[in-house]
């Protein structure tokens, strides 16, 4: 199934991160890093290492505070994959892939050194997994304001994914959670961009962007009729409306409809 919802739950707190795990988070992401005192990492460490000890019912991530956090995590069967802060450079995943052999890695792009490195990155080993944006961290690096200051910098790494071969980066957080016309909002603008879910802080925030990201019914219906008219014709396909589609657009058609299976559509 193709995720669309990250929970992020904080590391120091095991009562959040079980809400968490029971949420309906398509993967929750255990924090190390910024939600976490710097006086609280060591027992968010020892907490987190407690919880990966055994297997749990959805995906688990952690967000890393430093690469020491990585060996006493590594080889727990609880762990799924790790999320590296602050990548500048490709030379900043190869120690993590060493030191957690077997397990994805996502790459957050926070600085504009990350995001012109962006491609670099996203193809530095085998193990990375995705990559997305820390738009915080990014916003207070370029001295933007607003969204149109981060418009370049999203599109490059919604295409730095694609040309790397790897999914559709999810969007970053949304800070308001009581604003959550804003967030569809959001979304939905993100959507238009090429992204593919989003991060969440709180579980209030997961239906609206599971919403946001899942085809509507139009969308599932025109799906339907290029792949249909791809199974009679090959090459540039005419539809019936006088649209003509190609084998790119035939397979877009296809992840629509993959999409669109997560709700039973």
């Known amino acids: 199934m193709t995720p669309l919802t990250w929970l992020y739950a904080p590391g120091d707190r095991p009562e959040v991160v079980q809400k968490a795990l029971s949420s309906g988070a398509d993967i929750v992401i255990v924090d190390l890093e910024d939600a976490v005192a710097p006086h609280r990492k060591a027992y968010a460490l020892a907490a987190t290492a407690e919880l990966l000890s055994s297997p749990q019912p959805v995906p688990v991530h952690v967000r890393i505070h430093a690469e020491r956090d990585i060996a006493p995590l590594a080889p727990l069967p609880g762990l799924a994959a790790l999320r590296i802060p602050k990548v500048t450079h490709a030379t900043d995943i190869r120690a993590p892939a060493k030191l957690a052999p077997g397990k994805g890695l996502y790459a957050l792009l926070e600085s504009a050194v990350g995001v012109e490195h962006a491609y670099a990155i996203a193809t ?70 090429g992204f593919l879910g989003r991060a969440a802080i709180h579980p209030r925030q997961l239906p609206v962007i599971e919403r946001a990201y899942l085809p509507g019914p139009e969308e599932v219906e025109a799906a339907e009729e290029i792949v249909k008219a791809a199974t009679t014709d090959a090459g540039a396909l005419a539809l019936p409306d006088g649209r003509f589609v190609d084998a790119a657009v035939v397979a877009a058609a296809h992840r629509t409809l993959s999409l669109a299976g997560r709700d039973g559509v």
Do not use: K, M, Y
């Open 124 to 193: 530095a080993d085998p193990a990375v997994r995705g990559i997305a944006l820390g738009e915080a961290d990014l916003r207070a690096d370029l001295g933007v304001r607003n969204d149109t200051g981060l418009a370049w910098p999203r599109s490059r790494v919604v295409v730095a994914a694609r040309a790397a071969g790897l999914p559709p980066p999810t969007q970053s957080v949304f800070p308001d959670i009581r604003d959550l016309d804003g967030l569809a909002a959001s979304c939905a603008h993100g959507r238009s961009l």
